[in-house]
Each structure stands twice: as structure tokens, then as C-alpha cells.
């Protein structure tokens, strides 16, 4: 993952390509469910019918449309990473991301469907633990990260 934080500004101005990615990442994953439960129910009959014959060519063309889509998931969610944000939950589009207030690291939380930053949370709360931004986190200067 790169290693910087951000403003409240600098992480309020990549949410339009970030909700973009996130929910390019959160469909691709939705259809891949979408087929792997195919290929359970095909796995089912096989296993109760004893076997049987199968027309392999729409299977092969569900395989690679999977392997795709999860090629198009790592590549994006290594996008989002690559640009310094966390990627906690695919399926709600949760990110977070770093930001110094006071000399501490606490992470400015977004979810897909929000217009706007307006939460934040330690790193050791989550998602539960969301506070509203105040503005200790409005005036927090950015800065990288020294490891």
C-alpha cells in the first residue's frame, strides 16, 4: 500500500474516480458470485443425477467471464491501494483513508452511495466506531507518512 496520508480536502477530491473504481470492483465481484453459484447448482445436479452429460461450451465461456472478472478486481482494488486509500469492504465500497490530526494517524471513512466524507474513526475502531468530522480533522494538515 503507498504510504501518505491525506487532507479532508485531498481525500474529498478523489472520491468521484474512487467511486467509479469501487463500483467497477463491487459488480465484478457481485457477478463472480453470480456465476460461482451457477457452478455450484451445476456441481449439485452432477452429484445427485450420479453424473450426466454437460454442454461444456457455455461452462468454458462462465469460467473465463469469471477469470476475468476477477482480474478486473485485483487490478482495480490495486488502483484504489497504489493511490494510498484502504479498501475495507468490496461489497459496501468502504474505504479509508489516512490522515494526521494532532500528531495521530486516524482514518476519514467513505462509503459507496455517500456524497461526502463526514465521518472518521481511529485506526483501531472500524467502521463502528465512525465519529462526525469536526474540525480538528477539517484543519488537519496533510503530510506523508515517515517509515
Known amino acids: 500500500m503507498a504510504n501518505r496520508t491525506f487532507t479532508l480536502a485531498e481525500a474529498q477530491e478523489l ?6 473504481l469501487i463500483r467497477r470492483a463491487s459488480e465484478a465481484k457481485r457477478r463472480s458470485e453470480e456465476i460461482d453459484t451457477r457452478f455450484h447448482e451445476v456441481n449439485q445436479k452432477i452429484l445427485l443425477h450420479g453424473g450426466m452429460i454437460l454442454d461444456i461450451v457455455p461452462l468454458a465461456r462462465l469460467r473465463a467471464e469469471r477469470d476475468k472478472l476477477g482480474q478486473t478486481i485485483t487490478d482495480t482494488l490495486a488502483e484504489i491501494t497504489a493511490m494510498g486509500v484502504q ?5 459496501t465500497g468502504l474505504l479509508d483513508f489516512p490522515c ?28 463502528a466506531g465512525r465519529k462526525p ?15
Not at 472520491?15 to 467509479?20: R, S, T
Not at 490530526?101 to 475502531?125: F, M, S
Not at 474540525?135 to 506523508?144: D, F, L, V
Open 133 to 147: 468530522i469536526d474540525s480538528r480533522i477539517t484543519n488537519a494538515r496533510g503530510r506523508k507518512k515517515v517509515n
Open 15 to 20: 472520491i468521484p474516480v474512487l467511486d467509479g
Open 87 to 91: 479498501v475495507k469492504d468490496v461489497d
Open 100 to 127: 494526521v490530526v494532532e500528531g495521530k494517524v486516524v482514518l476519514l471513512c467513505w462509503r459507496l452511495g455517500e456524497g461526502a466524507i463526514t465521518h472518521w474513526h481511529g485506526v483501531d475502531e472500524g467502521f
